[in-house]
């Protein structure tokens, strides 16, 4: 089985400065990656996926991933927040062979002017 | 356009009453899923469908039942044996081929009276 661990429910950051949200998952085989961003009272919208090949993955809004597949990671970062981008991510693993999509608990974003 | 609609976005439910969600897509997927997301916690799978008329349970099926008669409809319902309804209640669907990257519905809020 698989598992996900955002090791931080909540980070604020000032608008413009760098943000790094950290995501470590556990499984026995080959896994495929994904960010998404929740924003309040809504449904959850794709960032960014990792599949193969290259391990920096550019998704939408400057948004950002590295795969470490020696630390089982896959952390998000954005260089320059917005205001805009205060929501909620959530990282996700799914088995190459299986069909089920694992959840992280979430990382709850809060840009302060 | 293209997308995953649910409704209604507001549901009450009253005690020992049965309610239906209903997640509608045109994207043309062959696979559905239900998820409910409680606060701080990531989205737990309630039930999926890979093809119209088979379903899967997820991890907390119990209190729950779905249906897939047409492809583009996978409605949920909440039986009044799910004896903590009250959640966030998120539907997606997947692209076919690897990997089935699943997108997200607006979601629904069941609350309890």
């Known amino acids: 089985a698989q598992s996900v661990t955002q090791l931080d429910s909540q980070v604020p950051v000032f608008e413009e400065a760098p943000v790094e949200l950290r995501c470590n998952y556990s499984s026995s085989v080959s896994v495929y990656l994904f960010w998404y961003v929740q924003y309040p009272n809504q449904g959850l919208q794709l960032l960014l996926k990792?599949?193969?090949?290259?391990?920096l993955v550019k998704g939408i809004n400057g948004f950002e991933a590295e795969f470490n597949k020696s630390q089982t990671s896959f952390h998000l970062r954005k260089p320059s927040v917005h205001i805009s981008d205060t929501a909620e991510y959530f990282c996700?693993?799914?088995?190459?062979?299986?069909?089920?999509?694992?959840f992280g608990g979430g990382t709850r974003v809060l840009v302060k002017p | 356009d293209g997308g995953i609609t649910q409704s209604p976005k507001y549901l009450f439910r009253k005690e020992g009453q049965n309610v239906t969600l209903s997640c509608e897509q045109n994207l043309n997927h062959d696979a559905m899923y239900w998820y409910r997301q409680d606060p701080g916690q990531g989205l737990r799978l309630i039930y999926y469908?890979?093809?119209?008329?088979?379903?899967q349970k997820g991890d907390i099926a119990e209190g729950y039942s779905v249906s897939r008669e047409k492809k583009e409809s996978f409605p949920l319902t909440v039986t009044s044996a799910q004896k903590n309804p009250t959640a966030f209640y998120l539907c997606?669907?997947?692209?076919?081929?690897?990997?089935?990257?699943?997108?997200f519905g607006p979601g629904t809020r069941l609350l309890v009276l």
């Open positions: 990792y599949l193969s090949g290259s391990t």
């Open positions: 996700a693993v799914k088995q190459a062979a299986g069909n089920k999509l694992t």
């Open positions: 469908s890979q093809i119209v008329n088979d379903f």
């Open positions: 997606a669907s997947s692209t076919p081929g690897i990997p089935r990257t699943q997108y």
